[in-house]
């Protein structure tokens, strides 16, 4: 008996020490933090979250074993989020230096965002996404459009079908369709795409039309292009092409009992909309540019680029213009009550913000799209929903990221408050992890410090 003993207690020991050598030097984890389940915005608070190899190892009540992971982060009243995604980004590419373009990229990191769609595809892209998908880029998940299709890069359809196919040999992701295709090209750009197995997004050229966009099943529809158009009645009988900026033009003529129609097509056709709403509300907006230049981002772009913007908001807001505060203001109404119904009774929304664009900085000016969006009558966490869960339907990736779950990419932001109770709490970062690379305040700080440095210096 006592021989039994004695073997049962060697086995028991051995058995402990091997659940202790199980936890690896490079596991992470986080301890009692609060999880927000982005599906459902139920609250899991007091987990304990084990990550390694860049995916999410454990979620759990307790854990074992806590003092023996060399690498802990205390999550004791902060809360939890999947890394957001910015879908409709812009990628610096040659001649913008090299490092310009990984400060660009961390800018996005810097606010929660682990993942970005690039909307203007370049070959330098291909490699960024190859080298961030490895590891040797400190960067978000990368996702790139090819480069653009518009009235002047495709002017007939054979030049279309063969871009198409070029473009989706060369490994975009996607394709880009800008303003002044004509519809019979953009007609067999849509038949060589769904052959070639190739989504595309993007704006709406006049001479497509909303409805028959919709029809042919974009993607995703950005900037909500060319709705405002859809609700202008025929009996009106404009020109489509004096639209003006987004269909500012025809703010008057717009007939928003409209809007459920063109809202139900879009959920017939499953077509996603990134508003870009923040866009509308700051560039084409009665704000002074002096205003926006004073806001804390503008130190993270180069003087350059800020005098640029200036300029340009002065040739489409300034003196002179067709600019008028009392239409913008009934202009924006639209737009809100179609960001509403888009999400509510449409197929749904992705957040992006079109960075950076005038005075949209990057990372930074997803908070003033969310705003956008909670103005617009958005919850909380359906403004989180766009960013997160939606994305990874999107992509078809519910299974690699967009939620905290046991097996995903460990892409998480850590805030300091809930998020559900006041959507500003997303502005206020604990860390962030891409990956599974952790990335504390602290080191955001400091490399938010060299990069203000280094714009400052250009």
Same mark, same amino acid.
């Given at each position: ?5 004695? =073997? ?30 982005? =599906? ?10 084990v990550i390694d190899s860049g995916k999410i190892k ?52 810097? #606010? ?17 996404? /190859? ?7 400190? +960067? ?7 480069? +653009?299709? #518009? ?11 063969? %871009? ?34 190739? *989504? ?15 029809? $042919? ?40 009992? %409209? ?53 340009? /908001?002065?040739?489409? *807001? ?7 505060? =009392? ?9 809100? /009550? ?31 799209e969310i705003e956008g969006m909670s103005v617009s009558?958005? $919850? ?60 504390? /305040? ?7 410090? +060299?990069?203000?440095?280094?714009? +400052?210096?250009?």
């Amino acid at each position: 008996m006592k021989k039994i003993f004695i =073997t049962s207690a060697i086995l028991i020991f051995v058995s402990c020490n091997q659940a202790q050598e199980k936890i690896s030097d490079s596991a992470v984890l986080i301890n009692n933090v609060t999880i927000i389940d982005v =599906t459902t915005g139920e609250l899991l608070p007091d987990r304990q979250m084990v990550i390694d190899s860049g995916k999410i190892k454990k979620i759990a009540a307790a854990i074992e074993n806590e003092k023996n992971y060399q690498f802990v982060i205390d999550g004791q009243g902060k809360y939890a989020i999947p890394g957001l995604a910015e879908m409709h980004a812009h990628i610096p590419s040659p001649p913008t230096s090299e490092e310009r373009t990984e400060e660009t990229l961390f800018l996005y990191l810097s #606010n929660g965002i682990t993942t970005i769609r690039g909307m203007l595809g370049h070959p330098s892209h291909l490699a960024l996404r /190859k080298e961030a998908e490895q590891g040797k880029l400190l +960067s978000p998940r990368i996702f790139t459009s090819s480069p +653009s299709f #518009n009235g002047n890069s495709v002017t007939s359809a054979e030049e279309a079908r063969e %871009k198409v196919i070029t473009y989706k040999n060369d490994g975009y992701d996607f394709l880009k369709i800008h303003p002044g295709v004509e519809r019979t090209v953009f007609d067999e750009l849509v038949k060589t795409a769904n052959k070639e197995g190739i *989504t595309f997004s993007g704006h709406v050229p006049v001479d497509v039309g909303i409805e028959h966009a919709l029809e $042919s099943r974009y993607a995703s529809i950005d900037h909500i292009d060319g709705f405002l158009e859809g609700l202008v009645p025929i009996s009106e009988n404009v020109n489509p092409n004096d639209n003006g900026f987004f269909g500012y033009n025809f703010t008057t003529l717009a007939d928003t009992t %409209k809007i459920d129609e063109l809202v139900a097509l879009s959920k017939k056709n499953k077509v996603w909309i990134v508003p870009t709403q923040s866009l509308f509300e700051r560039w084409f907006s009665p704000i002074n540019g002096e205003t926006l230049l004073q806001q804390p981002e503008m130190k993270y772009m180069p003087a350059s680029t800020l005098a640029d913007w200036k300029k340009r /908001k002065e040739t489409s *807001t300034g003196p002179g213009t067709n600019f008028d505060e =009392t239409q913008w203001e009934a202009f924006i109404d639209i737009r809100r /009550k179609l960001i509403y119904a888009l999400n509510k009774n449409g197929h749904g929304l992705l957040l992006g913000s079109d960075a950076p664009q005038l005075f949209n900085v990057p990372g930074f000016s997803i908070h003033h799209e969310i705003e956008g969006m909670s103005v617009s009558g958005l $919850s909380p966490l359906e403004i989180i929903q766009t960013g997160t869960v939606n994305p990874a339907i999107f992509f078809g990736m519910e299974s690699v990221f967009g939620q905290l779950k046991v097996g995903m990419a460990a892409d998480i932001l850590l805030v300091n408050s809930n998020p559900l109770e006041d959507i500003k709490a997303l502005k206020d970062v604990s860390g962030v992890m891409v990956g599974g690379i952790w990335i504390s /305040k602290e080191d955001i700080d400091q490399k938010l410090q +060299s990069i203000a440095k280094n714009a +400052s210096a250009n």
